[in-house]
């Protein structure tokens, strides 16, 4: 059997009121959803996904810690508010050395100028945003690509 590729999901502050929350930028789908519908997409790509979603800075670090001893080969990881704010999670992922994607629903540099910096670009391999939900799949896609195990 081949070995899978463990991603670890992880999802900041708010995401949990996806489908409710200003479903102009953000869509009608809601989180259960969206995390069904990429582990049967996972699967297919010979992929364990996990996820997480927290509105609690320590507790997305913690998790991040946790990463390493569970194995994970990859991260997925939209910050949410905390891309604009966090340098704590962002030297979390430095800290365990865990490649990562970062991934944005709406396009961070269409809206606000506050959301235009992140303190996770410059030190992920690579940033989605602006491609609704489809981003997180086009995430697990790269992954499955750049792990051929
Ligand atoms: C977001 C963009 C952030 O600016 C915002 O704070 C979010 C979601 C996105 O997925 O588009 O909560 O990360």
Known sequence: ????????????????LLGSR???????????????NLIKKSEKLNISLSHI?????HVLIEKIHAAKENNIDY???????????????RDALIAVSIPFIEVHISNIYNRENFRSHSWFSDVSEGVITGLGLEGYYWALKTISKRCKI
């Open 53 to 57: 979603q927290s509105n609690a800075e």
């Open 22 to 36: 200003e479903p102009h930028i953000y869509g009608n789908n809601t989180l259960p959803d969206l995390i069904k």
């Open 75 to 89: 991260i997925i990881i939209n910050p949410a508010a905390f891309t604009h704010s966090s340098i704590a999670i």
């Open 1 to 16: 059997m081949k070995k899978k590729i463990n991603v670890f999901l992880i999802n900041g502050p708010n995401l949990n």
